[in-house]
């Protein structure tokens, strides 16, 4: 039976909506490229994995773990170069800039993302619920999302229950009356449930479900949207 009632439907972004590993490794490595072409010390060059090591390392660094991810990547690009003996502000602005525009160049939407929004666009009313910092209008998705919340900005994240009762404040919205589909089921199946949204779970890769986080819905693509919603 398909869900009836619902107004609104919430959408995780990265791996939900694009593949953003794909990206994040283009970035990775062309900020790499970059330092290696730049630098004298090519043998100080940190490895890919040693600058990610070096980001995550932020999340949990006093000073660091309640910044934005924007402030915790630049740091760590600072870091990174700074290995290289590369340094100076209008430098690393340009190693920072050159890794966003080269991730968001090449992070691709997946191939079920635009047919699913388009089927539900004008019955429901459609948004974004993010602990990441990709703005969707980045990746060509710009009409389609009535608001994106994003839990970089605010003060709590997935699965607070609490950016879902932002969000829901922002569209204007009954969390009872909305179904939130997310790859994640500690934060978007929790987070959701938590709040008291219908949780549905994106589960691509047919992954075993943890039972301690149970989803009211399991699709294996978002074209199954269009069926438990009762879109023709
Ligand atoms: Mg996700």
Request: charged fraction near 25%; hydrophobic fraction near 40%; glycine fraction near 6%.
């Given at each position: 039976?398909?869900?009836?009632?619902?107004?609104?439907?919430t959408?995780?972004?990265?791996?939900t909506?694009?593949?953003?590993?794909?990206?994040?490794?283009?970035?990775?490595?062309?900020?790499?490229?970059?330092?290696?072409?730049?630098?004298?010390?090519?043998?100080?060059?940190?490895?890919?994995?040693?600058?990610?090591?070096?980001?995550?390392?932020?999340?949990?660094?006093?000073?660091?773990?309640?910044?934005?991810?924007?402030?915790?990547?630049?740091?760590?690009?600072?870091?990174?170069?700074?290995?290289?003996?590369?340094h100076?502000?209008?430098?690393?602005?340009?190693?920072?800039n050159?890794?966003?525009?080269?991730?968001?160049?090449?992070?691709?939407?997946?191939?079920?993302?635009?047919?699913?929004?388009?089927?539900l666009?004008?019955?429901?009313?459609?948004?974004?619920?993010?602990?990441?910092?990709?703005?969707?209008?980045?990746?060509?998705?710009?009409?389609?999302?009535?608001?994106?919340?994003?839990?970089?900005?605010?003060?709590?994240?997935?699965p607070?229950?609490?950016?879902?009762?932002?969000?829901?404040?922002?569209g204007?919205?009954?969390?009872?009356?909305?179904?939130?589909?997310?790859?994640?089921?500690?934060?978007?199946?929790?987070?959701?449930?938590?709040?008291?949204?219908?949780?549905?779970?994106?589960?691509?890769?047919?992954?075993?479900?943890?039972?301690?986080?149970s989803?009211?819905?399991?699709?294996?693509?978002?074209s199954?949207?269009?069926?438990?919603?009762?879109?023709?």
């Amino acid at each position: 039976m398909p869900l009836t009632g619902v107004t609104t439907v919430t959408f995780d972004a990265d791996d939900t909506l694009w593949a953003f590993e794909v990206g994040l490794l283009a970035a990775q490595r062309r900020l790499r490229e970059e330092i290696v072409r730049l630098t004298n010390e090519t043998a100080a060059v940190p490895s890919v994995d040693e600058m990610n090591a070096t980001r995550l390392s932020l999340d949990s660094e006093a000073g660091f773990s309640e910044t934005t991810l924007d402030v915790r990547r630049r740091e760590a690009i600072r870091r990174s170069a700074l290995d290289a003996e590369l340094h100076g502000d209008s430098l690393i602005d340009s190693l920072f800039n050159l890794y966003v525009s080269t991730r968001v160049a090449n992070t691709p939407l997946f191939p079920d993302t635009r047919p699913a929004l388009a089927a539900l666009q004008g019955r429901f009313q459609l948004g974004v619920i993010t602990n990441a910092n990709t703005d969707p209008a980045e990746l060509g998705l710009s009409d389609q999302f009535s608001f994106v919340v994003r839990a970089d900005a605010e003060p709590y994240r997935k699965p607070d229950p609490r950016i879902f009762q932002h969000a829901a404040s922002v569209g204007g919205y009954k969390l009872s009356r909305s179904v939130h589909i997310g790859d994640s089921l500690e934060t978007d199946v929790t987070g959701a449930n938590n709040a008291g949204a219908i949780s549905v779970w994106l589960n691509r890769r047919g992954d075993m479900a943890d039972p301690s986080a149970s989803a009211r819905h399991v699709i294996r693509s978002l074209s199954e949207l269009s069926g438990l919603l009762g879109v023709d």
